[in-house]
Antibody, heavy 122, light 113 residues
């Protein structure tokens, strides 16, 4: 069974760094684009970016470019979302999701992780 | 960026009736050589991740009831939910996957009247 399992909830202070993770099971992780989506409290879905684990080709939304870093480790079937300096406005739930058609960048999300809540507060 | 605008922001429909949600893209998401529209619909229930309902604007994902249907082309799309059930209470999002960033609409909250 295909699954994406995300790391647990995080409580951090402004200025701290953070990595959250998303591990894929039951499909060929290396050859499927995987993306990150933000959902701020009580708000809608925001597309952040994608990565192709095979060659680590990453694409970002202009809204998130330079604010976060998306990476992937083929050896552990894990994708990461990294912040070097968190802000209170980064508070939200972060979802990872995989594309359906593997190498196709223009594709829909057919499988989602359970979400990682991130709270940034002093 | 392609901006996706849904209407209405919320709606209340009686059980057994039909709900219609609209999604408008600021640029066409139709790829003319294949005549495919790069548009998906998702359902999100409280406390859960989104769930894929429809892709290619009108193709239902496996396991999705046939009460859910998608239509439209180019810049204007519609999600129709027929014979509304209590389990359909959720927020619905459209997403274009034609150009980066693969933007979502702002969501439409569906409730029972």
């Amino acid at each position: 069974e295909e699954q994406l399992v995300q790391s647990g909830a995080e409580l951090k202070k402004p200025g701290e760094s953070l990595n959250i993770s998303c591990k894929g099971f039951g499909y060929n992780f290396r050859y499927n684009w995987i993306g990150w989506v933000r959902q701020m409290p009580g708000r809608g879905l925001e597309w952040m970016g994608l990565i192709y684990p095979d060659d680590s080709d990453a694409r970002y939304s202009p809204s998130f470019q330079g604010q976060v870093t998306i990476s992937a480790d083929q050896s552990t079937n894990t994708a990461y979302l990294h912040w070097s300096s968190l802000r209170a406005s980064d508070t939200g739930v972060y979802y990872c999701a995989k594309h359906h058609r593997g190498p196709q960048m223009s594709d829909w999300f057919d499988l989602w992780g359970q979400g990682t809540p991130v709270t940034v507060s002093s | 960026d392609t901006v996706m605008t849904q209407s209405p922001d919320s709606l209340a429909v009686s059980l057994g009736e039909r709900a219609t949600i609209n999604c408008k893209a600021s640029q066409s998401v139709l790829y003319s050589p294949s005549n495919m529209n790069y548009l998906a619909w998702y359902q999100q229930k409280p406390g859960q991740p989104p769930k894929l309902l429809i892709y290619w604007a009108s193709t239902r994902e496996s396991g999705v009831p046939d009460r859910f249907s998608g239509s439209g082309s180019g810049t204007d799309f519609t999600l129709t939910i027929g014979n509304l059930q209590t389990e359909d209470v959720a927020v619905y999002y459209c997403q274009q996957y034609f150009t980066i960033p693969h933007s979502f609409g702002q969501g439409t909250k569906l409730e029972i009247k």
